[in-house]
């Protein structure tokens, strides 16, 4: 065989082989074309799942193609999407050839808080325009590949995590320990309402019940600080936390201690009451008739402001001045009555130095009026003394 007839058989076999391959793209997409679509679009991407720490970044890279019928090009839209969040992150139009891929990176980076999953679409929707060339439907084909991203905690900020939750915790027990002790205060105060009213008192537990409202919604509030998992600001906000707690357990420990007063307060409201009452009925009213009666009267007036729940620091000082007017009178009741007793003593003295010759030296009446002081005890112990002479001389005179 010539060298000529080589070369003929060797070109005719090159053209058989283009014509058979332009032939096999030509029925492929004519396939295509009965299927609707006269653009086959290829999309590919270099990883579809990432494993993420907080904050990292991670790139992603996709690549599209296409194949279309012979002197066509694919006109292509593309657009990457964040699905949790609707933000559309790029949007393009571009034209590719066959043979002629587009490639696109994008940097993905992990939220700085929380641990959770992110997803991302990437599309690519292409079609031909027909020519005088390019024989097409001009149809639109699509293409979408979806990433997933997992993103999680290191070990520090896993431990951190769990710290955190210890601390919200506990701070959760605190808030019921501090509810539970408001409760009992107002449960006091409530008693405490029913026979006299406490106006400071109530003013403080009011007060302290609006600090626990406040406690107990900041802390509630936490719930979406923690669902981020922003664990430097949830540690501020515990700290915060502390300062209410520290606040609320000083208040609640000064009203205990000032519902404890209030109560020995009211007991000895009560008591100089009654104390009160017994010095009435030992005063003379000879002579002290129009005082005396003011006197009561006010009396019985602080006993009606214990019924109608008057503050009792108001009625602890009215009683307090009723006292004052009380003793007076008392007192100079008191020393009428010793006078009394002294001057029966000196009487029975001199009747006895008279009838028995059993005489005691004493001072007289007028020297009598003129001490500053008499002694009640004293007084009824002379009296006892001359008795007890009388008996004797008796006793002595029957034998």
């Given at each position: 065989m010539s060298i000529g007839q080589k070369f003929l058989i060797l070109a005719g076999s090159i053209i058989f082989v283009a014509i058979v391959v332009a032939s096999g793209t030509k029925l492929y997409l004519f396939a295509n074309t009965l299927l609707g679509n006269d653009v086959i679009v290829r999309l590919t991407v270099d990883k579809d799942h990432l494993e993420m720490l907080r904050g990292e970044d991670e790139k992603v890279r996709f690549k599209t193609s296409v194949s279309t019928n012979p002197f066509c090009s694919a006109t292509c839209t593309l657009k990457f999407v964040n699905i949790g969040t609707g933000e559309v992150l790029d949007e393009e139009e571009f034209i590719v050839r066959p043979g002629m891929p587009l490639e696109k990176t994008y940097t993905i980076t992990a939220p700085e808080y929380g641990e959770g999953q992110m997803l991302y679409r990437f599309g690519t929707e292409c079609y031909s325009q027909s020519t005088t060339l390019c024989h097409t439907s001009g149809k639109h084909t699509a293409r979408h590949i979806l990433i997933t991203v997992d993103y999680n905690l290191n070990e520090q900020e896993k431990q951190t995590k769990q710290e955190i939750k210890q601390q919200l915790e506990e701070r959760a027990q605190k808030l019921e320990g501090l509810n539970q002790k408001e409760q009992d205060i107002q449960l006091t105060l409530a008693k405490i309402n029913q026979k006299i009213y406490a106006n400071q008192l109530n003013e403080d537990l009011e007060s302290l019940k609006t600090d626990v409202e406040k406690l107990t919604d900041d802390l509630f509030s936490l719930k979406d600080v923690w669902l981020v998992q922003n664990f430097k600001l949830l540690q501020e906000k515990i700290n915060m936390l502390d300062q209410q707690i520290t606040t609320i357990e000083i208040k609640e420990d000064v009203l205990n201690h000032s519902i404890g007063e209030y109560i020995v307060k009211y007991n000895n409201v009560i008591d100089q009451l009654n104390e009160i009452r017994l010095m009435f009925e030992n005063i003379d009213p000879s002579g002290n008739e129009q005082i005396l009666n003011q006197t009561i009267y006010e009396?019985?007036?602080?006993?009606?402001?214990?019924?109608?729940?008057?503050?009792?620091?108001?009625?602890?000082?009215?009683?307090?001045?009723?006292?004052?007017?009380?003793?007076?009178?008392?007192?100079?009741?008191?020393?009428?009555?010793?006078?009394?007793?002294?001057?029966?003593?000196?009487?029975?003295?001199?009747?006895?130095?008279?009838?028995?010759?059993?005489?005691?030296?004493?001072?007289?009446?007028?020297?009598?009026?003129?001490?500053?002081?008499?002694?009640?005890?004293?007084?009824?112990?002379?009296?006892?003394?001359?008795?007890?002479?009388?008996?004797?001389?008796?006793?002595?005179?029957?034998?």
């Open positions: 009396f019985n007036s602080i006993i009606k402001m214990l019924k109608t729940r008057t503050d009792i620091d108001v009625i602890e000082t009215r009683l307090n001045e009723i006292k004052t007017k009380v003793e007076s009178l008392s007192s100079t009741t008191s020393r009428k009555i010793i006078l009394q007793k002294e001057i029966e003593y000196l009487t029975e003295t001199e009747l006895l130095c008279a009838i028995r010759g059993v005489c005691i030296e004493n001072i007289s009446i007028a020297m009598l009026a003129e001490q500053p002081s008499l002694d009640y005890a004293e007084s009824c112990g002379k009296i006892a003394t001359i008795n007890e002479l009388y008996r004797q001389i008796k006793i002595q005179a029957e034998e």
